[in-house]
C-alpha cells in the first residue's frame, strides 16, 4: 500500500498557510495526504482584521474513533498550527493511529520575529514541548526554538556556537532530528541547520530581498512530502529550501499575506526526481 500521511493544522480560508499549502503540496509530491483540521479560520491572523476562529478540539476523539473504526492508520503524522488545548487529543490520536513505524514531523507553529502569533498565551510553548518530545523531526525557526527553550530570542548577533547550543537543547525535548530554520552567519546567506543528535549540517542559500508570510509553512510541507519520498532529513531540508527560494520570487510584491507556492508546483516535482 502506498504511504498515507496525516496534516494536523488550521484551515485559513483565505490566506496561503497551514493546510491550503500543505494539502496541494504534499499531494504534489505524490504522497497520499489526510487532513485533520484544527481550527477554521476566514484568514490567517498575521495582518488581516476580524478574523474567525473556530477552534475543533471538540471534535478531535470523535473523528479519532471513526478512524479506528474503519481500521485507517498512518505512516507520517505532520502537525503544524495548533490550538492551546489541542496537544493531549492529537497525542492521543497519534498513538492510536500510527501505522507500524510511523514517523512524526512537528513544526511547532506558534511564532516569528521574536514574537508568539495572536491569540497564543504565555503557556503554549511548554504546551508545544510535550508535542516534540518523541518527534522523529522537528521544525521550528529561531524564535520557536527560543520559546520551546524558555530562552530569550536571539536573531542576530549569534555564531555557530549559539546555533549549536541550542540545536543541542532542542534534542533535549525528545526531538530525534532537529531543523532550525532562519540561520544566518553571513548577511549574504539565510539557511537551515539539520541536526541528527550526532552531527549538524548545514544547507544555506542567498539570503533574498524580502521575507514572506506563509514560507515556513511551505517550507515544513515541501519537507514533509520530500522525506516520504525517501529523501534524507538533509535532502528534504535541501529542496524545502530551494521550493521557498523559488516561490518567493514569484510571488508580487503586492501579494502581501503568503506565497503563490502554486506557480512553482512544477519545479518542486523536478526537484522531487
Ligand atoms: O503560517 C503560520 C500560520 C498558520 N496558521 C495561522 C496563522 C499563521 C501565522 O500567522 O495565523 C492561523
Not at 100 to 119: F, H, Q, S, T, W
Not at 181 to 187: E, N
Request: proline fraction near 5%.
Amino acid at each position: 500500500m502506498d504511504k498515507k500521511l496525516l496534516t494536523i493544522q488550521d484551515i485559513s480560508c483565505f490566506g496561503q498557510c497551514s493546510l491550503t499549502v500543505a494539502l496541494p503540496v504534499i499531494s504534489a509530491c505524490g504522497i497520499e495526504t489526510v487532513i485533520l483540521p484544527s481550527a477554521v479560520l476566514s484568514t490567517h491572523t498575521a495582518g488581516f482584521k476580524n478574523y474567525t476562529f473556530h477552534d475543533l478540539t471538540a471534535d478531535i476523539p470523535a473523528i479519532e474513533k471513526s478512524w479506528l473504526d474503519n481500521g485507517l492508520k498512518f505512516d507520517a503524522f505532520y502537525t503544524g498550527y495548533v490550538c492551546e488545548e489541542q496537544i493531549p487529543p492529537i497525542l492521543h490520536l497519534m498513538e492510536n493511529c500510527a501505522a507500524e513505524g510511523a514517523v512524526r514531523i512537528v513544526d511547532p507553529v506558534m511564532a516569528d520575529n521574536g514574537k508568539l502569533y495572536p491569540g497564543f498565551s504565555a503557556d503554549f510553548p511548554q504546551k508545544m514541548c510535550k508535542l516534540c518530545d518523541g518527534a522523529d523531526y522537528i521544525l521550528p525557526n529561531l524564535t520557536e526554538a527560543a520559546f520551546l527553550l524558555g530562552e530569550e530570542c536571539r536573531l542576530e548577533n549569534y555564531d555557530v556556537a549559539y546555533i549549536e547550543g541550542v540545536v543541542k537543547r532542542l534534542h533535549t525535548l525528545g526531538a530525534k532530528n532537529v531543523i532550525l530554520t532562519g540561520v544566518s552567519f553571513d548577511p549574504g546567506l539565510l539557511g537551515c541547520a539539520v541536526s541528527d543528535g550526532n552531527s549538524i549540517e548545514y544547507d544555506f542559500n542567498p539570503r533574498l530581498s524580502r521575507s514572506s508570510h506563509g514560507t515556513g509553512d511551505l517550507f515544513a510541507s515541501v519537507f514533509a512530502g520530500a522525506l516520504m519520498r525517501e529523501k534524507t532529513a538533509f535532502e528534504a531540508a535541501a529542496i524545502a529550501a530551494d521550493a521557498v527560494c523559488l516561490a518567493i520570487p514569484a510571488t508580487p510584491e503586492e501579494h502581501w499575506y503568503g506565497v503563490c507556492f502554486e506557480k512553482i508546483i512544477p519545479d518542486l516535482v523536478e526537484l522531487l526526481k
